[in-house]
């Protein structure tokens, strides 16, 4: 198999089963009772960023790979500038979700007042429209443009500015950068605060529930932690990691440059892993009594 063909393979497959497994997550947040909440309501939110991003891969990307169409090519900064704003509303869609997650446990009497229904539909309107206009001003207005690089079979920075390498490390890896340590951070002081309530609600409630909680507060570790690293891992790939690959091994280093694009496939297999109450909407037996018997911190998780 020819290196255009393996890697148009790896993109259609991972960015078909993104696409799936994405709307797998929306259709049962939407059956869930317990989802709709804020919480529910940020997941929705980055569920949907996740299906446009693989879509721009599965219906742009794809076809650039496998037979690269001179319209497609010399319009693909277009492509990249909606990849960069779903981007950037993934990021910020994780952020909020840390902090939901934080305020949940470290504030829970203050957690309804800046997590109530309207107050995250607005932060997630603002999260929308500083992204968009933020990237169509610095990627489209400024033409420092993200297109298609027929060497790489990626998305990359081709024959820019030095005023652009210098905005471009700035806004696209410095700030993200930022943005993702804070949320791993939130992330794992929620993890490490819901380990100690879960202790305490486990001996105040009994055994009765003990399993059923420890399980839950063990996915909730492994999503918050997999998501923050899955993040971290993509933002330091595309900097830091690729541009010491050697060219021979160029199906790596298209990979390593692909990682910000793949991880929202990851993303929606985490969240539907991570979340046995989305599972148990496919599935014939309804959720247990003791599966649910959690406390009002540990549910919002």
């Not at 800046?114 to 990627?139: D, H, R």
């Not at 652009?164 to 490490?192: H, Q, R």
């Not at 918050?224 to 199906?251: E, K, M, R």
């Amino acid at each position: 198999m020819a290196r255009e063909d393996l890697v148009a393979f790896m993109t259609f497959t991972i960015s078909l089963f993104g696409i799936i497994i994405n709307f797998l997550v929306l259709f049962s947040i939407g059956k869930t009772e317990s989802m709709k909440n804020s919480f529910g309501i940020i997941t929705k939110n980055l569920a949907v960023c996740n299906i446009g991003m693989c879509g721009l891969c599965l219906f742009f990307l794809f076809p650039m790979q496998l037979a690269p169409s001179s319209f497609l090519v010399d319009n693909s900064h277009f492509i990249g500038v909606v990849g960069e704003f779903i981007y950037e509303i993934s990021n910020l869609s994780h952020f909020l979700i840390s902090l939901n997650r934080f305020c949940a446990v470290y504030l829970p009497y203050y957690y309804a007042p800046i997590f109530c229904v309207s107050k995250t539909k607005l932060y997630l309107t603002f999260v929308w429209l500083v992204s968009i206009i933020g990237c169509t001003a610095i990627y489209e207005v400024a033409n420092c443009h993200l297109e298609y690089d027929s060497n790489l079979w990626n998305f990359q920075f081709i024959e820019i500015s030095k005023f652009c390498e210098e905005i471009t490390w700035y806004s696209d890896f410095l700030i993200n950068a930022i943005i993702t340590i804070i949320t791993l951070n939130l992330d794992l002081l929620a993890a490490y605060k819901g380990r100690k309530l879960s202790r305490a609600l486990l001996c105040a409630a009994g055994l009765e529930v003990s399993e059923a909680q420890r399980k839950r507060e063990w996915n909730f570790v492994k999503q918050t932690c997999f998501q923050g690293l899955c993040n971290c891992l993509a933002v330091l790939s595309y900097y830091i990691f690729a541009p010491f690959i050697h060219d021979d091994w160029i199906i790596f280093k298209f990979f390593l440059t692909s990682l910000w694009i793949f991880m929202h496939t990851v993303d929606g297999v985490i969240i539907f892993a991570s979340n046995s109450e989305l599972r148990s909407v496919f599935m014939k037996k309804p959720t247990t009594i003791s599966a649910i018997k959690v406390s009002q911190a540990s549910r919002v998780l």
